[in-house]
């Protein structure tokens, strides 16, 4: 199988490089930030640590959209949110019939812009609980030992296909740990409530997953935001793949137990100047619930908590 990664930040890296290592697949990847393809090209590859340790150089196949011409069997997308229609615009060339895309990013937006490109039965969408960061240019970290971290997977149609079958076997070979849902929908939703509750919070207070869950009010504070969005999805009709005691669990195992040493990708963003996902994500619910006359007042609330945030930030 041959893959091409669009994005090769931290968790195109991560995925692309565990593809590279542990199947027999091609891997390819795209980027368009130069300093970080720069890096990459004069110190012949990039430094990879898993948990701040054993930081290893490991060569990759990297391109800039224009001067990229292969043709993979899948694309795997991990673009910021607010990067992905100018990199898709300048991917376009390169779209052909039989090619799939693969996107686990966060939040909701992304694969409204990928099936401007690709019919829906040929997209299929993750969830990905697992945290990495780019320390910068050419350096990332796999937080977390091997196999670390779980995943779900599901075709926009909601119908399991035998390329989906073979994705998944080199994800399990990679170590992803791969889950396959049936439910396409439920299944973004689950994983953008965790992260309206983890991401938003940790980045509004500048801490740690672990801080966060040990704060005696926390599990409160993240119920009242998962029922606000639970509220929000019954009134579309969405039914999640957790209920709302088992997102509460998963809250609170993953903060706790997971990566209690994490600051969420939102933190990371905000830290070095960048903007955050959050109106892909509370902002997202937020939108849900007015387009079903319900008002999410916490997450629009918290929309404007982590934009005020951001511009706290600048101040300091
Ligand atoms: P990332 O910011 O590391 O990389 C995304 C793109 O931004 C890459 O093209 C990268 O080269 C570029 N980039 C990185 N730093 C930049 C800078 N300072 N200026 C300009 N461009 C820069 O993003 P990511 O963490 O890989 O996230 C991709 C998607 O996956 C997002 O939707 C994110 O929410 C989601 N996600 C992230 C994690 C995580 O732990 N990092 C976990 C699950 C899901």
Redesign the pocket.
Known sequence: MRYTV?????????YGILLQEHTDAHVDFI???A???DKIREQGGVYVSRDHENRRLIPINLYTPEEYDGDPDVWIV????M?LED?LGRCAHLFKDHQVVF?????WG?FEKIARYFPEDRIYGG????????N??GD?DF?GKSGA?TMHMCAMTNEVTDIEKAIFADFQKANLNPEISDDFKGMCMA?IVF?SVV?TLCTMYQITMGQFISYPGARDMAMQLINEAYDACERAGIKLINTRDEELESVDYVSRTGNPL?Y???Y??MS???KT?VD??NGYIARLGREHDYVCRTHEFLTHGVHLAELAFQYH
Request: net charge positive.
């Open positions: 669009i994005g090769a930040g931290a968790m195109g890296l991560r980027d368009a930030w300093p970080h393809i991990f673009m910021k949110q990067q990199m996107s686990a990013m966060n939040g992304h969830t990905a609980l697992v945290a990495t960061v780019l910068g240019p990332v937080i971290g994983k992260n991401n994490h969420p990708s939102m990371q963003d070095r100047g960048r996902e892909y994500i």
